[in-house]
């Protein structure tokens, strides 16, 4: 087995056409709902944001709260609060109050511009708000939220929204929804392989082995507990790995005639258990 890992760098034309069309939109942006997943909430921010978004408020909206490792997660929630950020962690499909609050902060954001509106005359408007984020964080939920239907395609892969479209909520807020983006050369491969395995770069150009072995390195890293937990695993000797893949094959019946491992079932399962939080509450980043 390498031990290397080959580097994982997605940028589909989509994305650099989604990042024109806001630079030509911007001005026409009240606020910036930046989405991010609270499991890899370092990886998952998009590191470019600033020269998208110009000078424009925003509000990064932790998703997916419910499954992360919170003590951890809030370590980095309040290092980007003290940078400035304005933070919100939420469970998208459980918090009845999430639209609620979502408004109220975006209210309080924007009272200045509200303020100068009145100054002149002008009756406060609704609120214009751009939803970014890379793919699969939750961005499409949360207009299902905002929207009180559905009004946006979900699915557990990224690149299912295509480009830019306006959704009016009421007489309180209009969203701009746009395509899940990354950046055209993704530095630092820790984070790029925390995207893959948490379905914010397509599997399909994604080493499985490479990335089966970087989720069983962090969580043997972070939480060992959690791997015994589900598969039984006391300790994992990376110089020899087979000796766990068997174990989690025999444990998942992923075996060949009862005695091979199955390489590509045993790589889908560790990858599957983690994105269906099987392998536990988890935060892969650390400040």
Known sequence: MSENKANINWYPG??????????????LIDIVYEVIDSRIPISSKIVDIDNLIKDKPHLLIMTKYDLCDKK??????????????????????????????????????????????????????????????????GKSTLINRVVGKKAASIGDRPGVTKSLSWIRINKDIELLDSPGILWPKIENQDHAYNLAALSSIKEEIVDKEALAIHILKKMSTLYPEYLHERYGIERIDFDDIDVTLTSIATKCGALLRGVEIDYDKVYAVIIRDLKDNRLGNITFDRM
Do not use: F, W
């Not at 989509?14 to 001005?27: D, G, L, V, Y």
């Open 72 to 137: 951890e997660t809030d370590k980095i929630v309040k290092y980007y609060e003290s940078l400035g950020h304005i933070v919100l962690c939420c469970d998208l499909l459980k918090d009845k109050t999430i639209v609620k609050q979502i408004v109220l902060k975006s209210q309080d954001i924007l009272k200045d511009m509200n303020e100068k509106r009145r100054e002149k005359g002008l009756k406060p408007r609704s609120i214009r708000a751009l939803v970014v984020g890379v793919p699969n964080v």
């Open 14 to 27: 989509h994305m650099a056409k989604t990042k024109r069309e806001i630079n030509e939109m911007i001005n």
